[in-house]
């Protein structure tokens, strides 16, 4: 019994120090927004100059807009193409170049940003040498993110796929629906916390992405990571703590809204399946 207590106690500890060191640094840098010191780490007193500097920040307000809007979009089309590449993989278990194609959807995942980052900027100069287009800004961030976003975006939904008892697709086809009725009106909505899970955790790499932004952005095109980290060479301010705060209150209220949806459609799909059940 004292073994259990201490290895549950120990269980605990450790839970609480994993999360201590994820979260505590989040807090801080929270806390310390609301200084009235000039030094980012050092408490002055509670102030909200810093948030009120941010309404006059050119370049903070416009970098946190791009980024913004490039997650979006992002996230968006990763998750729709995605969804085509693991329905794929997913139905036509062999086809001609299976092996190439999953390979390819999946390389993004393990090679180094840099690498990726170079060699997409590149093929952008070249393309842009031919062709004249596409000019270094919006557009070529847009596409650095969504070809790390749709990896990611893939496996996830591939993972759901494989979880899906097929004889509801074959009990659709067999009614008379026909594959894209299929796709839409059964696959998509037993997937859907899976493609809202993909669309998340694709927004949130693209936004806080450094590395492809850096090799893909031109002039005029600077994202928020970009503008804090080429401040942070020069010396930082409390208004980055305040910039940061603004961006951890956005995701959480993403994460919480998504978090309630889930357990809304997991709430309604048991009640649907206790009245199938009580039915039969």
């Known amino acids: ?147 790390l976003g749709m990896a990611y975006a893939t496996v996830v939904i591939h993972a759901r796929l494989k979880d899906l008892n097929p004889q509801l697709e074959e009990a659709a086809q067999d009614l008379g629906a026909k594959p894209w009725q299929v796709f839409f009106l059964i696959t998509i909505p037993m997937i859907a916390q899976a493609l809202l899970s993909a669309w998340l955790l694709t927004f949130t790499l693209s936004l806080d992405d450094v590395v492809l932004s850096a090799f893909l952005s031109g002039p005029g095109s600077t994202t928020m990571p970009l503008v804090i980290f080429s401040r942070a060479r020069l010396g930082l301010n409390p208004s980055v703590n305040a910039i940061a705060t603004v961006v951890v209150v956005i995701v959480a209220i993403g994460v919480a809204i998504a978090s309630y949806m889930i357990a809304q459609q997991e709430r309604r799909r048991a009640n649907e399946m206790a009245a199938a059940q009580r039915f039969h």
């Open 1 to 147: 019994m004292r073994t259990e207590r201490r290895a549950r106690m120990l269980s605990r500890l450790w839970m609480a120090a994993v999360y201590g060191f994820l979260y505590l640094p989040i807090v801080a840098l929270v806390v310390y927004s609301f200084t009235e010191s000039s030094v980012p780490n050092v408490w002055g007193g509670f102030s909200l100059r810093w948030y009120q500097a941010l309404t006059t920040d050119t370049d903070l307000k416009e970098g946190l807009w791009l980024s913004l809007q490039i997650a979006t979009s992002t996230a968006t089309a990763a998750v729709v193409l995605g969804s085509l590449a693991a329905a794929s993989l997913h139905r036509y278990p062999r086809f001609f170049g299976r092996t190439l194609f999953s390979g390819m959807v999946s390389a993004p995942l393990v090679m180094p940003e840099v690498i990726v980052g170079l060699s997409l900027l590149l093929m952008l100069v070249s393309l842009q040498r031919l062709l004249g287009v596409p000019e270094r800004g919006m557009v070529t961030i847009w596409l650095g993110h969504l070809l």
